[in-house]
Nanobody, 129 residues
Framework: VQLQASGGGLVQPGESLRLSCVASGAPLAYFVIGWFRQAPGKEREALSCISKNDGNTVYAASEKGRFTMSKDSAKNTVYLQMNSLKPEDTAVYYC???????????????????????WGQGTLVTVSS
């Protein structure tokens, strides 16, 4: 499977943005998909994941309520809707897939980036006035 993230851009504080992650080569339903971000000079941060078994989504506590992850199986695409954006949300955003048989999204260690073996190229989100 290959992942292609898009939808980033420059927005003002308080605005919204929807990122897309299109998969090719295999149905997204086979994999756990996660969203991550990395801000300049900071470590990579896990944002959310979607379970391959029941489609449930899990969020990092810090972003719960502002970010919503969803999936469109017909388009083989997952989305990350981001609302009320803040300057500290400025980062490169990545989608990633765990193509193993496990469903890490049901466990606490879904945030470990090392468990995801396929990564998209990243899309830059800049929040600035």
């Amino acid at each position: 499977v290959q992942l292609q993230a898009s939808g980033g851009g420059l927005v003002q504080p308080g605005e919204s943005l929807r990122l897309s992650c299109v998969a090719s080569g295999a149905p997204l339903a086979y994999f756990v998909i996660g969203w991550f971000r990395q801000a300049p000079g900071k470590e990579r941060e896990a944002l959310s994941c979607i379970s391959k078994n029941d489609g449930n989504t899990v969020y990092a506590a810090s972003e719960k309520g502002r970010f919503t992850m969803s999936k469109d199986s017909a388009k083989n695409t997952v989305y990350l809707q981001m609302n009320s954006l803040k300057p500290e949300d400025t980062a490169v955003y990545y989608c990633a897939a765990d193509t193993s048989l496990r469903d890490i999204c049901v466990d606490d260690y879904w945030t470990a980036g090392r468990l995801y073996d396929t990564w998209g190229q990243g899309t830059l989100v800049t929040v600035s006035s």
